[in-house]
């Protein structure tokens, strides 16, 4: 027994120190870091620019309230919404409290709360967005739930036509899921999204808190995809390691939520914004991206050619290993004693989500050592 309370599992490994892709224990074993903290270490560990950013920040403001005019917010706002459909932005400090803001501006904004999410979601652990979840393995214990969620099978055409109706006000979906097991939403899939949305004015939050920050090789997965989403949540990547998260929206919701409406004392914290900021002009830009579209390609050829017991599932570096046995964990605790560390989707695939800075000698070293196992 510990202080802490037993809710995550942890594992017996004390990291110490990270440098880019590489991390270090208190006894001094080197690891690569293929979790990257879930999807979080877009630029890697100790990243000099964020480094320096936090620096400069931390030597002139730390905290100030959302009482006051925030330009720093204005301007990682204006870059996040940048050549995109969307218009506005609202900052908060974890990927549940995007989601729950996105559910609370949709209910305000139709008028409806009733909302259709998928079986294998993972939207966060707040009551709405436990509810939100399709995995029960996070409610249990929990209820009465949140009402009114309808998760309904994720790539589902039929089902999705029988669900939505006029009471619906929003549908909720990961792009690409990723806690679930890496799985992709279908071009078919989507297609009837846009389709039930417009037939029954249906709102459509994109939960892009895993995918989104060019994590895929886009900015946000929904740029693979026709979708054109009303409200976009992110977090993980965002900060690059500093807990920050954001909701973006279409222009027609700028009233939806006036004064008093929403809120957090921490959103868009000083230093949260200005690393942020550092992270947003780094990898939006074209050089950067078409980088992780080749690290990606990459990898899924080395993967195919040399770990063919593996299908490889995916886009960009969100990659997914199916487990040949549908048993991952073995693997991703026999890789971390061989010094790489990854993470599971769902029970069958080993997750691959390195920093975007990963190179192609790490990838042919963590390839390696799968080859080992
Ligand atoms: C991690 C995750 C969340 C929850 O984010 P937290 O910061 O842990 O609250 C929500 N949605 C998706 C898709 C995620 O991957």
């Known amino acids: 027994m510990t202080v802490l309370f037993n809710n995550y599992g942890r594992r017996p490994v004390h990291l110490v120190k990270g440098q880019g892709t590489e991390v270090w224990d208190d006894t001094g074993k080197r690891y690569l ?8 270490l877009t ?8 480094v320096k950013a936090l620096q400069q920040q931390s030597e002139k403001l730390w905290h100030v309230s959302n009482l006051f005019a925030s330009p720093e917010q204005e301007k990682l706002g204006a870059s996040l919404v940048k050549d995109t459909h969307l218009a506005h932005a609202l900052f908060c400090n974890s990927g549940a ?29 707040t009551y709405a967005t436990m509810a939100a979840t399709g995995q029960d393995k996070v409610k249990q ?49 989507i297609a009837a999204i846009n389709e039930v949305s417009k037939e029954h004015g249906i709102l459509v939050i994109v939960d892009e808190v895993q995918t989104g920050i060019a994590r895929t090789g886009k900015r946000y997965a929904f740029e ?37 409406s929403h809120g957090t004392t921490f959103g868009g914290n000083p230093l949260a914004v200005a690393v942020a900021q550092t992270v947003i002009d780094t990898v939006f830009t074209e050089t950067f991206l ?36 549908g048993d991952a964990a073995a693997y991703v605790a026999k890789a971390e004693q ?36």
């Open 33 to 40: 870091d293929f979790t990257s903290g879930i999807a979080v």
């Open 43 to 50: 630029l890697g560990h100790a990243n000099p620019l964020l």
């Open 97 to 125: 409290e995007a989601n729950e803001a996105a559910i609370k501006l949709a209910r305000k904004h139709s008028g409806k709360h009733h909302i259709i999410t998928f079986e294998k979601s993972f939207h966060g652990r």
């Open 141 to 189: 214990g929990f209820g009465p739930l949140v009402d009114k969620f309808t998760t309904i099978p994720f790539n589902d055409v039929a089902a999705l036509k029988q669900a939505a109706d006029d009471t619906v006000g929003a549908i909720m979906l990961e792009v690409i899921q990723g806690e679930g097991g890496v799985n992709v939403a279908t071009e078919e899939f």
């Open 224 to 260: 693979y995809t026709a979708l054109k989403p009303d409200i976009v949540s992110l977090a993980k990547g965002l900060g690059g390691g500093f807990p920050i998260g954001a909701i973006l929206a279409k222009a027609e919701m700028y009233d939806t939520l006036g004064p008093g």
């Open 290 to 325: 078409q980088s992780v579209a080749e690290l990606s390609a990459y990898a899924k050829q080395q993967i195919t050619e040399k770990l063919s017991q593996f299908t490889v599932v995916g886009e960009g570096l969100l990659l997914g290993l199916v487990c040949p046995n």
């Open 338 to 373: 061989q010094g790489l560390l990854v993470v599971q989707a769902g029970p069958g695939v080993i997750r691959l989500v390195p920093p975007l800075t990963v190179t192609k000698e790490e990838i042919d070293e963590a390839i390696a050592i799968l080859q080992t196992l």
